[in-house]
């Protein structure tokens, strides 16, 4: 089980930062990720984290404003996201998958929630 939290609104050019808590186990063996969702579009990456940290990807559109980070001890994952513009409006969800690495969201079969992020202009 996914559990999400810190969404919320925020202007443009703010900060916010989501956390994600997860009930599985072994928490260290997941490849973790965050995913958004826009109103009227498809779910997509936001960026991934494997589960030693050894590697991270970042979708070029949150690349340099957006740090995904994890603590294996604590289940948690944590994604920092900076320079927020409009366009970051969605409802950010957290994702696992057990197994190979991977950054595709059909590859994640352990979904949260969601949280709702809106950026105003």
């Known amino acids: 089980r996914l559990v999400e939290s810190g969404g919320g609104l925020v202007q443009t050019g703010g900060s916010l930062g989501l956390s994600c808590a997860a009930s599985?186990?072994?928490?260290?063996?997941?490849?973790m990720g965050w995913f958004r969702q826009a109103p009227g579009k498809e779910r997509e990456v936001v960026a991934v984290?494997?589960?030693?940290?050894?590697?991270?990807y970042y979708s070029d559109s949150v690349k340099g404003r957006f740090t995904i980070s994890r603590d294996n001890a604590k289940n948690t994952i944590s994604l920092q996201m900076n320079s927020l513009e409009p366009d970051d409006t969605a409802v950010y969800y957290c994702?696992?998958?057990?197994?190979?690495?991977?950054?595709?969201?059909?590859?994640?079969?352990?979904w949260g929630q969601g949280t709702q992020v809106t950026v105003s202009s």
């Open positions: 599985v186990h072994p928490f260290s063996r997941y490849t």
């Open positions: 984290i494997s589960w030693g940290s050894h590697t991270t």
């Open positions: 994702a696992g998958r057990q197994g190979s690495y991977s950054a595709r969201a059909a590859d994640f079969r352990l």
